[in-house]
């Protein structure tokens, strides 16, 4: 028989060539991923929010921040091959860009606005259909999530939320990155200085053994005394040596925050940086960092997303999906209607996800309160060492110092001349080198106080000049 003869086969062909269009639209939707939807939505996030950490840390650190490498890449500061005593700027900038530590918690911002695209994305349609076979005729029934509609510019507003909230603990972490590099550089440069205090005590020592020798073979003194230079030389090399080792130490410490621990025997500082206390006041600088705490500003995006999230938990039970239903012969030919399909809500509003919910609306509000409470402590507590540490320092530098230089340059002329005995000059010279580490064990805290006090405030106080001498004593005023 011609098939085209029959005049129901005729008619019926259009209505299965259009099934078969819409079962194929379908296929071609899921296994495409739905491209087309997936570049609208990322369209507005290809800027990306790596920038604005990049722009917050450079603001606080005063510093270009340079953040974005790839893994196993590293940033050498110029000239350290050649070990030329780098700055503290310079350890910083190099720290931001190799930390690997930080870096991978950078990666936080990617997986934020891997969640703000997945939130703007709709759900997918659902489609169930009976495929027809003997006498069972053709059904399809579509079904279209329209509370995804409604839900979605809450869900985006949540997701962002979260975004501001990562990017500013993200800008704190830098910034603690940034105090922990300067308490290493300072670390670094005491170590340095007690190395070259511990030589120049050597040489003082082996000097006045030296001294001790003749005199022994003029018949002057005692083998005994001599015996006490030797054995006060031997210490003093022993010391020399050890804080050798401290040195090194340190060294290594800053080259694994500055992400290059290859290159730690290139590493130099010198001094310890010169550092001073801040020109505001205590209040100021409280309200300060109020202002500019990053993880402040991201507790704060943490209520904000918190309330949000408290209010899509009382929507999390509405489920409403508009209905196209087909089937494929009836009564009166093919019959087609609309229908709709959602939840009763009798036996659970998500009362338990509700109440969750409030709770950490409430915790989130709290944990405000307490990063505000711990900023006022941090502030206070530093300025009170800074304060302690340089009012310590300018004693002992200006006052002390130069009294005990001129003792013992009095002292060793004495002893050289026969008229002072070994033990006087003994306790000139451990009070002169005492009172030069306690100099710069002061330096080195009010350079730490500085650090913590600059993070407490959530931004540099420019209170560090790099590679500043800070026992600059007068050319009379030391020994000879």
């Given at each position: 028989m011609n098939v085209n003869s029959n005049p129901q086969t005729s008619a019926l062909m259009p209505r299965v060539g259009f099934q078969l269009v819409i079962i194929a639209l379908a296929v071609v939707c899921t296994f495409s991923g739905c491209n087309l939807t997936r570049s609208f939505f990322l369209a507005p996030l290809e800027i990306g929010r790596e920038n604005s950490v990049r722009s917050g840390l450079a603001s606080r650190v005063k510093l270009n921040t340079p953040l974005s490498r790839q893994p196993g890449e590293n940033v050498i500061p110029m000239g350290l091959d050649a070990d030329i005593p780098i700055g503290l700027d310079s350890a910083i900038q190099t720290a931001l860009a190799n930390n690997d530590a930080f870096h991978a918690t950078l990666a936080q911002i990617g997986m934020a606005e891997g969640d703000l695209l997945k939130a703007s994305q709709l759900t997918n349609p659902s489609l169930s259909t009976m495929i027809p076979s003997g006498v069972k005729q053709?059904?399809?029934?579509?079904?279209?999530?329209?509370?995804?509609?409604?839900?979605?510019?809450?869900?985006?507003?949540?997701?962002?939320?979260?975004?501001?909230?990562?990017?500013?603990?993200?800008?704190?972490?830098?910034?603690?990155?940034?105090?922990?590099?300067?308490?290493?550089?300072?670390?670094l440069g005491l170590a340095t200085e007690q190395h070259q205090l511990a030589l120049e005590t050597l040489t003082i020592r082996r000097d006045l053994a030296d001294l001790t020798e003749q005199q022994l073979k003029d018949g002057d003194i005692a083998e005994l005394e001599a015996i006490q230079t030797r054995v006060d030389a031997l210490n003093a090399k022993a010391n020399a040596t050890l804080l050798e080792q401290d040195v090194e130490i340190a060294r290594e410490q800053l080259a694994l925050l500055m992400g290059i621990p290859d290159y730690a025997r290139h590493l130099v500082v010198p001094l310890v940086p010169h550092c001073h206390l801040p020109d505001d006041d205590l209040e100021t600088l409280i309200s300060q960092a109020i202002a500019n705490r990053p993880d402040l500003q991201a507790a704060q995006w943490a209520i904000e997303a918190a309330e949000t999230r408290y209010r899509l938990a009382q929507k999390a039970w509405w489920r409403f999906d508009g209905i196209a239903d087909y089937n494929g012969s009836g009564d009166q030919g093919p019959e087609t209607?609309?229908?709709?399909?959602?939840?009763?809500?009798?036996?659970?509003?998500?009362?338990?996800?509700?109440?969750?919910?409030?709770?950490?609306?409430?915790?989130?509000?709290?944990?405000?309160?307490?990063?505000?409470?711990?900023?006022?402590?941090?502030?206070?507590?530093?300025?009170?060492?800074?304060?302690?540490?340089?009012d310590n320092f300018n004693t002992l530098n200006s006052e002390v110092l130069p009294t005990l230089a001129e003792a013992m340059?009095?002292?060793?002329?004495?002893?050289?001349?026969?008229?002072?005995?070994?033990?006087?000059?003994?306790?000139?010279?451990?009070?002169?080198?005492?009172?030069?580490?306690?100099?710069?064990?002061?330096?080195?805290?009010?350079?730490?106080?500085?650090?913590?006090?600059?993070?407490?405030?959530?931004?540099?106080?420019?209170?560090?000049?790099?590679?500043?001498?800070?026992?600059?004593?007068?050319?009379n005023q030391a020994p000879r």
């Open positions: 053709w059904e399809w029934t579509l079904f279209l999530p329209i509370e995804a509609f409604l839900l979605r510019p809450e869900k985006m507003e949540l997701a962002e939320k979260d975004c501001e909230r990562i990017a500013h603990q993200l800008v704190q972490n830098g910034m603690q990155l940034v105090r922990d590099v300067t308490i290493a550089y300072t670390n209607g609309p229908g709709i399909f959602f939840n009763i809500p009798i036996f659970n509003k998500n009362e338990g996800g509700v109440a969750r919910a409030c709770a950490e609306f409430e915790a989130a509000r709290y944990n405000r309160d307490q990063i505000q409470d711990q900023i006022v402590q941090q502030i206070r507590l530093a300025s009170a060492q800074a304060q302690q540490a340089s340059v009095i002292a060793k002329q004495g002893f050289v001349e026969g008229g002072t005995s070994y033990l006087l000059v003994l306790q000139t010279t451990s009070q002169y080198v005492d009172v030069k580490s306690r100099i710069l064990n002061q330096a080195a805290a009010l350079c730490r106080a500085s650090a913590e006090l600059e993070f407490s405030c959530g931004g540099r106080l420019r209170t560090t000049i790099p590679l500043s001498s800070i026992n600059a004593i007068n050319e």
